[in-house]
Structure formats: C-alpha cells, structure tokens
C-alpha cells in the first residue's frame, strides 16, 4: 500500500501543477492528502420526509417477509414431520436464514451510520 502511495506521489509531483500540492508528506511516512473536505452526511432540502417514508415502507415490507418466511418454515417442518424428513429439514434450515434476514434489517441504520461518519 505505501509503495502505491509513493509511486502516486512521484507522478502527481512529476505534474508540478495544482495536482501536485494535493499531497502533503507526513513526517517518516507515506504521503497523505492534504486538505480533503470531508463534510457530515446531510439530507437534500424537502427530502427527508419523503426519505424517511420510503424506507419505513421497506422495513414494513422486509417484516411482512420475514412473518411470511417463518410461517412458510413452519409450514414445512409440520407438514415434514411424517414420511418426509428432508421437506422438515428444509423448513428447519431456513429458519436461521429468515432470522438472519431479519437481524439484518433491524440493525441496517446502525451498520449504514457508522460508515457515514
């Protein structure tokens, strides 16, 4: 990685333009960007309400998913149980991905967040 850095830095100081004032080197290391913006996450005007709609209907539909996909689960483990253990076991096996799923989309704002900071 810090041999890419010093090969970039080379070329963009090879530039000796507004380019190369881009790369400031840091003592006894590898360059590092000088200057680069790096604002908070902030919402459009007038978008956050329609936003915020939109993505409480996905969670609505992402549970309706998951209720649907532990009935369906269950379906196959009772109708399974009798002569049929692979049907059974495949009802048992999605239990675990539903939930996952699940899981997944109750911490979906919090895992996004903290890439946003």
Same mark, same amino acid.
């Given at each position: +990685? ?5 090969? #970039?830095?080379?070329?963009? /100081?090879?530039?000796?333009? !507004?380019?190369?004032?881009? $790369? ?5 290391? !590898? ?9 908070? !996450?902030?919402?459009? !005007?007038? $978008? ?10 996905? *969670?609505? /539909?992402? #549970? ?6 532990? #009935?369906?689960?269950?379906? *196959? +483990? ?21 939930? /996952?799923? $699940?899981? #997944? ?10 890439? $946003?900071?």
């Amino acid at each position: +990685m810090s041999l890419v850095l010093h090969v #970039l830095a080379l070329h963009i /100081g090879a530039l000796r333009g !507004p380019a190369s004032r881009l $790369l400031a080197t840091s003592p006894g290391g !590898p360059p590092a960007l000088a200057g680069a913006p790096n604002p908070a !996450p902030q919402a459009p !005007p007038g $978008l956050t309400r329609p936003v915020t709609t939109i993505i409480a209907w996905g *969670k609505w /539909g992402v #549970l309706m998913c998951g209720v649907a996909g532990l #009935l369906i689960c269950a379906g *196959k +483990m009772a109708i399974g149980h009798r002569n049929r253990a692979t049907f059974a076991a495949d009802g048992a096996t999605g239990v675990p991905w539903v939930l /996952g799923g $699940l899981s #997944l989309a109750a911490v979906a704002a919090a895992i996004s967040s903290v890439f $946003l900071r």
